[in-house]
């Protein structure tokens, strides 16, 4: 749900409307756009937009439609119907088995805007929601009267309620809950001729039943429809049905008619709605049962010397009080520990570790968490198979084994090269006690087929992700997937389980579900579909198929064997990531860019809510362009650049936050870079890249220079000639520069006493515009025993032009600043930055411009100013007082992504500050976005979340390390006057 989003900065990204529509489907979209209030996108980029999900399937739909409200869907619908084309309702779109894809669809992206929570009703235990409401945002909601809503899907912080009904979503703690069609009480739907049905619990053959059958309505035909189907199918659904708990393959036939808490018989077509991928019909209002949430809960991990002998102690973890008991393998282990990122979760696990199993208790079954977890100790390591336990009772130690549990796919997905773990055939589910034979003789299918695959997920459940590593752009790697999926779905209907226990049929799985359900059943489910879609409209090819038209799960591949893309010259260094065209593929379409309220990324889809602006709409974009799917000429086009790349603020959250590390700062400066060298660079491009000039310049006219751009009608002008908003405060400039003050001073710690010797880097902004923090550095460093020295024969970092694309420049100031610092390095020198960007600049994108060991060797010795602080544990030895003063602590966009952030909120701490560190995203402002008049609202509607995290904060005072930052937030009515940087803030207490 999009918070404090205003209308202006909403519009400024909305820009489908303004784009052709496709011309095969324009009378489609004309018709839908006379009928519908929210917004119909049929152009090129909406196609390639929603042509995709979190699986590997790829489709171009004729267009999407953001419906506003229930009467526009139903227009849809019947539109579409009229113009005999295909219905999906979509979420996230963060499947994994191709269920929101299909060719010349209409899709409904009902995340955009039906998204509310209607009601909670906390002493029944129950709440009403629009299909759009993300479910973290329904459980923060719900938690204030101690609910939740019981499956938690992984991917919970973007998936949607709506999209879990459809497609009967669940996570790790099904063992405990179960999965989503036992939390689905009535749903409002739109059927396939328009026409809008509740479902809710009817008893069978009362006055109610006879009422609803008695009708001359589709929804007559359709209960008697259903009813006839499952009695006449009852001794099949007894035998086919497996008893598990999870299975979301097929239909829910055996859970459509059941006995309720009252002792009657009754039909609810809501069951049967869950897991039906909007085949049957677009659920557009649920009523769902919540839980109690627990108070607390304690884990215990278990580690095995052999992957089989972990899975043979899951039915004996089950006989004990849990709520989950999760399988982790060596792979992921390896993986993690070889990962920057995840490294520091893997490290408490011993290295003869196969395989883990963790366990967790939760407070409403277990009331003493060391006994039990003593109970479960002395029966697998004592007298089990395992080697070794790590207990975990405090919330911070519990979120790192999750950390390292949820790690298993981004590790595995970033993998070098085309082979990847992808997922066709990862959640099939058997009884938990015949898990550990089902897993040997799937190895012995991996092994007949020349490859391999990782071991983790929701053992407890009898569901293992088991993705095979395979090349989908390869024939044989196609005909490999189909061939390993035939014969592990011999082995699931061996031992009675399911295809799919998570993910869902989509077009991975279909064609399948004749194998598991046999023929009368599969005949029923045709029958079915016919009742509800007469003409088999409603996400065709999905749970059920025609005989003359079977899906095949080889169709429609995103990576196909006539899938090729183009490797482009590039002025920045890609071999780390693979290549250019590598680093765009890494995405995968799940879809977490688009979470709301933890991390950094996507800050401008938080903002807008609109596909296009998050991680995955522009990698998508990009992908098209390099495969030829769109002109590649289109991705130097102004439409392009404005569209995809301009609205990428550059913050580089995505390196760090998205499952795969899709660097798209990185990818948008390389195509920036490539279309001036096409097109030239702008009159504001230049000056912003090259705004240090203008800031000496500035610096040494002040306070003339500050005069002037006062003066009535300046920022006006400003607007018109270079496009800088007229509304934004511009900054002033010191009249003394860092530089020169620090020329004027002695060094109150030579470089023959000192222990350190620290060379402070001028960064434009603290040199010209605000010195404070850097004189606070200075003090501060000294104070610490360290000499310090800002030079003067050092270049501007080259982070303006690099966030400009203008990399020729970059890479001329990093080549004058790497060979000054290596001068000072090889003499024991270290590089300090006051600004987090300029750091993170010396740290990252030099070795992308100047790639080299002299460049590794500057990376390894530059720091941020508290960075630098905390890594050598300086603080300790600062006079410090202990201040009065609370600190809400707003981070750098660059430093999260570099895994550095967390160093200002310890010094702060050592420091003698109550630190509140904000989980927020990018201020908005990331340099010179927010100067840029086009860009403004969008700016401060993404600086509006920020604001909203400080106005939580019980903190007395905000601190913040980024010039811009300081900016936006000083823009705001949160605070009188621009924060301090941190430093200042250690200073003040220094200085006492």
């Not at 869950?274 to 009523?287: D, M």
């Not at 589910?429 to 997920?457: G, I, K, N, S, W």
Request: charged share 25%; glycine share 8%; hydrophobic share 35%.
């Amino acid at each position: 749900m999009t918070q404090n989003m205003s209308a202006d900065g909403q519009q400024a990204a909305r820009t489908g409307s303004l784009r052709d529509d496709a011309e095969e489907y324009a009378e489609l979209a004309s018709d839908l756009r006379a009928a519908v209030d929210g917004e119909v996108k049929f152009d090129e980029y909406a196609q390639v937009l929603y042509a995709t999900d979190g699986s590997i399937y790829q489709a171009r739909p004729a267009g999407a439609v953001e419906p506003r409200h229930v009467e526009d869907v139903q227009a849809a619908v019947r539109i579409a119907a009229d113009h005999d084309v295909p219905i999906i309702a979509r979420g996230a779109g963060s499947s994994l088995g191709g269920q929101t894809v299909g060719p010349g669809c209409v899709v409904l992206d009902m995340s955009t805007h039906m998204d509310d929570i209607v009601e909670i009703r906390p002493d029944e235990k129950r709440a009403v929601v629009q299909p759009g409401v993300v479910q973290d945002e329904f459980d923060a909601a719900a938690a204030k009267y101690g609910l939740k809503f019981a499956p938690d899907p992984a991917s919970s912080n973007r998936a949607t309620i709506g999209g879990g009904i459809g497609n009967n979503s669940t996570g790790a703690h099904s063992v405990r809950y179960g999965i989503t069609d036992a939390y689905t009480e009535r749903l409002k739907v739109v059927l396939a001729d328009g026409t809008l049905m509740e479902t809710r619990e009817v008893v069978l053959d009362s006055d109610e039943w006879d009422d609803i059958v008695g009708a001359d309505t589709r929804e007559a035909e359709i209960y008697e429809t259903v009813r006839e189907l499952v009695e006449s199918n009852e001794a099949e659904i007894d035998e086919r049905y497996p008893n598990l708990k999870r299975n979301v393959s097929g239909y829910n036939l055996q859970k459509v008619i059941y006995e309720n808490d009252e002792g009657e018989e009754v039909i609810n077509l809501s069951k049967l709605f869950v897991g039906a991928e909007s085949t049957l019909g677009v659920v557009v209002e649920a009523e769902i049962s919540l839980v109690t949430k627990p108070e607390s809960t304690a884990l215990a991990l278990y580690c095995f010397t052999d992957l089989i002998e972990a899975l043979e102690a899951v039915p004996r973890a089950l006989e004990h009080d849990v709520s989950a008991v999760e399988l982790m393998d060596e792979e992921t282990f390896r993986l993690a520990r070889e990962s920057e990122q995840y490294a520091r979760y893997e490290e408490p696990i011993p290295d003869e570790a196969a395989a883990a199993l963790m366990i967790e208790f939760d407070s409403e079954l277990v009331d003493d968490f060391e006994a039990a977890v003593g109970e479960t100790n002395e029966r697998f390591v004592e007298n089990g198979a395992a080697f070794d336990v790590i207990e975990a009772y405090s919330e911070e130690a519990q979120a790192k084994l999750w950390k390292l549990r949820k790690a298993a796919i981004p590790l595995l997905m970033s993998l070098e090269g085309d082979p990847k773990p992808y997922p066709f055939i990862e959640d099939a589910t058997v009884p938990p006690e015949e898990l550990a034979e089902y897993t040997q003789r799937f190895m012995d299918v991996l092994e007949d087929h020349d490859t391999t695959a990782a071991y983790f997920a929701h053992a407890g459940s009898g569901t293992l992700h088991i993705r095979p590593i395979l090349s989908l752009k390869e024939d044989e790697g196609v005909q490999k997937m189909r061939s390993i999926t035939d014969d592990v779905t011999d082995l699931v209907v061996d031992h009675h389980g399911a295809f799919s226990g998570e993910h869902g049929d989509g077009l991975a799985r279909t064609e399948f579900n004749p194998k598991m359900y046999g023929d009368d059943l599969w005949s029923a489910f045709q029958d079915l579909k016919t009742a509800f879609d007469p003409d088999w409209r409603m996400n065709p090819g999905k749970v059920v198929y025609t005989d003359e038209d079977p899906t095949d799960m080889r169709e429609h591949l995103r990576y196909g064997t006539a899938y090729s893309s183009i490797e482009p010259q590039t002025t920045l260094d890609f071999s780390d990531e693979g290549g250019f065209s590598h680093l765009v593929e890494l995405c995968n379409g799940c879809g977490t860019c688009r979470q709301q309220d933890s991390d950094v990324m996507c800050p401008t889809y938080r903002a807008t809510d609109d596909e296009l602006t998050a991680t995955r709409g522009r990698a998508n974009m990009l992908r098209a362009a390099i495969s030829g799917e769109i002109p590649e000429e289109k991705l130097y086009s102004k439409e392009f650049q404005e569209d995809v790349l301009d609205l990428c603020v550059g913050c580089k959250g995505c390196k760090s936050d998205c499952p795969t590390g899709v660097d798209l700062a990185k990818i948008k400066t390389e195509v920036k870079h490539q279309y001036h060298e096409e097109e030239g660079a702008g009159l504001r491009t230049k000056l912003f890249g090259n705004i240090d000039r203008l800031s000496e310049v500035g610096s040494r006219l002040a306070p003339l220079s500050n005069w002037a751009t006062s003066v009535p009608g300046f920022r006006s002008v400003l607007e018109s000639v270079f496009g800088i908003a007229a509304d934004r405060q511009l900054p002033t400039f010191a009249d003394q520069s860092l530089q020169q003050w620090a020329d004027e001073r002695e060094p109150a710690v030579s470089a023959r006493e000192a222990d350190r010797k620290v060379l402070l880097f001028p960064d434009t902004y603290t040199n010209y515009n605000y010195p404070a923090p850097g004189k606070a550095a200075v003090r501060v460093l000294e104070a610490a025993g360290v000499h310090v020295r800002v030079p003067d024969e050092v270049a501007p970092s080259g982070r303006a032009a690099y966030s400009v694309g203008l990399l020729d420049v970059a890479k001329d100031r990093a080549r004058t600043n790497v060979d000054a610092f290596t001068e000072y390095i090889d003499d024991g020198w270290e590089v300090v930055a006051v600004e987090p960007s300029d750091a993170v600049c010396f740290q990252d994108e030099y070795t992308d411009l100047l790639p080299g060991m002299r460049t590794e060797q500057v990376a390894e010795h530059a720091y941020g100013v508290c960075e630098y602080l905390d890594a050598h544990w300086l603080v300790e030895d600062l006079p410090t007082r202990s201040p009065s003063t609370s600190l809400a602590y707003h981070g750098h966009c660059h430093q999260h992504a570099a895994g550095k952030d967390h160093h200002a909120v310890g010094v702060l701490r050592r420091a003698g500050y109550a630190v509140d560190p904000l989980d927020s995203s990018c201020c908005g402002m990331a340099g010179s976005f927010g100067y840029e008049a086009e860009h403004y609202d969008l700016s401060k509607s993404i600086g509006e979340l920020l604001f909203e995290k400080i106005r939580s904060s019980d903190a007395s005072r905000v601190v913040a390390p980024g010039g811009s930052c300081r900016t936006q937030i000083g823009d705001s009515d949160v605070v009188a006057d621009n924060p301090p940087h941190p430093i200042e803030m250690v200073d003040r207490v220094v200085q006492g």
